[in-house]
């Protein structure tokens, strides 16, 4: 569940931030941000996924028109707080529209304070594994194309590849797999239903 959404410079939302529960309501005159409100959320979601191009371009806009006309910068800071069961993360970002890809990301497990996913002068690092440098093109979020990389990974690591190259298939699958696991999906035993993020 989404707990929290803060966005800065998205259209005309400045410096928003708006706690959220279960059930929320959204009411309000004509023209004061309830649409804007939910396209930020979608643009965080989009974000997430990795095809910012495709969504922008379904809605005929351009990067420029996600920016807010009161604010010069062309980044946007987003941060969403989740809760799943007893846990609660947060996932904090810098956006930037003229690249469509977030410079600056981070992902931490509130409960433990651990450091799950981080983004920082072209680098990566999951978990407590050593930084890598961001040698992949992607578009929104870096997790997005380390998410598809996973998942091809695990495809190319089942067949039978070569002695040579299954050790270190293998380890950037292990890799990837705790990836995927501990951010990206996690099933809900009491619903029994899959949470994706």
Not at 44 to 67: C, H, P, V
Not at 141 to 157: G, Q, T
Request: charged share 25%; aromatic share 12%.
């Amino acid at each position: 569940m989404i707990r929290e959404l803060y966005i800065n410079n998205f259209k005309s939302l400045l410096n928003f931030r708006v706690e959220l529960s279960k059930f929320v309501c959204i009411i309000g005159m004509n023209g004061t941000g309830k649409s804007t409100l939910l396209q930020a959320i979608d643009f965080i979601t989009q974000i997430f996924k990795g095809d910012l191009k495709t969504w922008l371009q379904a809605r005929e806009w351009q990067s420029q028109d996600l920016l807010s006309d009161r604010a010069s910068p062309s980044h946007k800071i987003f941060e969403v707080k989740l809760q799943f069961e007893s846990t609660r993360y947060a996932c904090y970002g810098e956006f930037n529209l003229n690249k469509l890809t977030c410079t600056k990301e981070k992902i931490i497990n509130e409960t433990s304070g651990d450091i799950l996913f981080e983004v920082v002068n072209r680098s990566y690092r999951i978990g407590n594994h050593a930084r890598k440098s961001i040698e992949f093109k992607y578009q929104g979020s870096a997790l997005s194309a380390l998410f598809s990389r996973s998942h091809a990974l695990a495809w190319e690591c089942s067949r039978d590849a070569p002695a040579s190259r299954s050790s270190s298939l293998k380890e950037r699958r292990d890799e990837n797999s705790y990836l995927t696991s501990t951010l990206v999906r996690r099933k809900c035993e009491k619903t029994r239903k899959s949470v994706y993020f």
